[in-house]
C-alpha cells in the first residue's frame, strides 16, 4: 500500500505535471526548431508569438462566450483556437514581409537576423500588452476534472490523491496529434520534404527549382499555429499573462538547443527533459519518502533539491550538461 | 527547333564569356561548346577558371560580355533556376546530395519542377545505377562518395535535361570508382544527353571526351577532340605530365 501511495504522489505531483508541462514545452520548441532549420536564426520573438496567438485566441473565445456559444465540457477556446492560429499567421507573415524578408534578401550573418527578432519581440510584446492589458487571465471554462482528488480517493481507497484536469488530458492529447500530424506533413508530403530539402542543403534545394519564398511563408504559418496551440494550451493548463509567456522563452530554447536547433524530434525530446528536470528538481520529496522509508529512516527536510524559484536555473543546467557532452544537441542539430 | 542559322550550331555554346565575380574578370572571352549527345571536357590547371566557366554557362556567374546560347535561344540573361526549365541539369562538386534524406527524396527533389509522373524517370534512373535502387530508403549521407556522387547525377538527371554540366564528378574518390563513373557518364551520353564536365583526372576525361577544352588564366589554350589533344605534344608535355 504504501509503494502504491508515493506512486501515486509521485503521478500526481511530478508525473502529471511534467507530461503536460514538457507537452506545451515541446510545441513552443518545434515552432522554434523548425525556423531555425529553414532561416537558420534563433527567433527571440517566438514566447511572444505565443502570447500573440493566445490573446487573439482569448478574445474570440470571449466574444463566443458572450453570443452564448460554449463547447460542453470542452473549453471553449478550442473552437476560438483555428481563429487564433489565422490571426496569429498573418501578424507573422506580414512582419516576414515589412521586416525578414529585406534583411533576407541582404543575405546578412544570422546574428543579425537574431537581433532583428529581438526588434520584433519587443514591438509584439507591446501590442500584446496593448489590446489585452499585462494582468493575468483566465479563460478556461467547461469541465475542470476528468476526475478529482476526491473521487480518485474513494475509487482506490489511497491515501494519496490524483486529480486529474481536462487541461491536462488536452494538453497531452493535443501534443501527440500535432506531432503526428507533422511528422506526416514533413516526411511524406511534396511541401514537407522541400521544407527538410531546403533545410539540408539550401543552394542544392535552389538549383532543383524549390521556391525559397513559399517554404519560408510555410514555415512562418507551422511556427504561428505550433505557438498558438502551446500557448493556448499552456494559458488553459495554467493562465494567461504576457510576462510569463516572454519567460517562457526561455525553457523553449532550452529545449530546442537540448534537442538539438533545427531538428524536430530532438525539440519534443527537449521538451520533455526540460520540463521534467524543473518539476523533478523542485519537488519536494519527503511525501514520496515517507511511504518508502522505513520510519527511523525518515528525512527531517523537505527532500527538494532547490525552489521553484530556480526553476529557470534549472533548464540552463541541462542545456549546459547536455552540450558539455554532446555539443549539436542529444539529436543532431544543424547548429555548428 | 528553329530551322534558321543556328542549324549548324552546337546545342550549347557559350561564346567569348567574360566575366568574374569582383572587380577583375576571371574569365577573358572564354568560349565553350558542346552538340548534341556529345561529351565536352574542360581541363587545365588549378585556378585557370574551369569551374567558373562552367558556372557561367549555367547562369551563377555574371558576364560582362558574351553569351550563352541553348538549342539557339540566348538564355544569358535567365537565372539558373529557369535554365533548369530550359533542360540545363547541374551537378556541384561538393553538397551535392541532401545528406538527410533518402537516396529515393534525393530523386523526388530533382524533379521538384515537374508535375506528371516521375515514377518512369525514377525507374531510368535506377537501370542506369543499379546500386541506387538497392540503397533507395538510406540517406544519401550516409552512401560511399562513388554512390554519392551518383545519386547526384541522378537527381539532375530527374529534370530529363538536355545537358548535364558536372564539375568534377570524380573528386575524392577512388581510381577504381572514378572508372566505374567514367563509364556511367557515358551510358548516360548514349540517351542523346549532352554532356558538359569540367575534370581533374585530364588524361582519363579526355579519353572519352568527345571534345576538349583547355582553359589556362581564363582563356581558351588548346581546343580539339579528345584524342587530338591527347595526341597533341605541347598539351602532354604542360598539362598531362610528358
Known sequence: MDAANALVAFTNYVLLPGATYGAQLALGALGATLIYGIMRFSNFAHGDTMAFGTMATILVTWLLQSIGISFGPLPTALIALPVGIIATATFVLATDRLVYRHYRRNKVPSIILVMVSLGVMFVMNGVVRMIIGVDDRQFADGARFVFTAAQFKTWTGLAEPIALRVSQVISLIAAVVVVAWLYWFLEKTRTGKSMRAFSDNENLALLSGINPERVVAITWILAAALATIAGVLYGLDKSFRPFTYFQLLLPIFAAAVVGGLGNPLGAIAGGFVVAFSEVAVTYSFRKVATYLLPDDWQPDGLLQLLTTDYKVAVSFSVLVLVLLFKPSGLFKGKAA | ?242
Open chain 2, 1 to 242: 527547333m528553329s530551322p534558321d542559322t543556328t542549324q549548324a550550331e552546337p546545342y550549347l555554346v557559350g561564346e567569348a564569356m567574360t566575366g568574374g565575380y569582383g572587380a577583375a574578370d576571371i574569365l577573358k572571352t572564354c568560349t565553350i561548346t558542346a552538340a548534341k549527345g556529345e561529351i565536352a571536357v574542360i581541363v587545365g590547371p588549378n585556378g585557370a577558371g574551369k569551374s567558373t566557366a562552367m558556372k557561367a554557362l549555367f547562369g551563377m556567374l555574371p558576364l560582362r560580355s558574351g553569351s550563352v546560347r541553348l538549342g539557339g535561344e540566348d538564355i544569358t540573361a535567365l537565372q539558373p533556376q529557369q535554365r533548369v526549365a530550359k533542360g540545363m541539369g547541374f551537378v556541384p562538386q561538393t553538397h551535392n546530395v541532401f545528406t538527410s534524406m533518402t537516396v529515393e527524396e534525393n530523386l523526388e527533389m530533382g524533379a521538384f519542377l515537374r508535375r506528371d509522373d516521375i515514377r518512369k524517370t525514377i525507374e531510368q534512373v535506377y537501370d542506369l545505377f543499379p546500386i541506387l535502387r538497392e540503397k533507395r530508403r538510406q540517406p544519401a549521407g550516409e552512401l560511399s562518395g562513388g554512390q554519392r556522387q551518383q545519386v547526384a547525377v541522378g537527381r539532375a538527371l530527374m529534370t530529363e535535361p538536355q545537358v548535364l554540366m558536372l564539375d568534377e564528378p570524380t573528386a575524392g574518390v577512388s581510381p577504381i570508382v572514378m572508372d566505374e563513373l567514367f563509364d556511367r557518364i557515358i551510358d548516360v551520353a548514349r540517351i542523346g544527353i549532352t554532356i558538359l564536365m569540367v575534370e581533374q583526372n585530364a588524361r582519363q576525361a579526355l579519353e572519352i571526351a568527345d571534345r576538349g577544352y583547355v582553359l589556362v588564366q581564363g582563356g581558351n589554350r588548346f581546343t580539339g577532340s579528345g584524342r587530338e589533344l591527347l595526341d597533341n605534344p605541347e598539351v602532354r608535355r604542360t598539362f598531362l605530365g610528358g
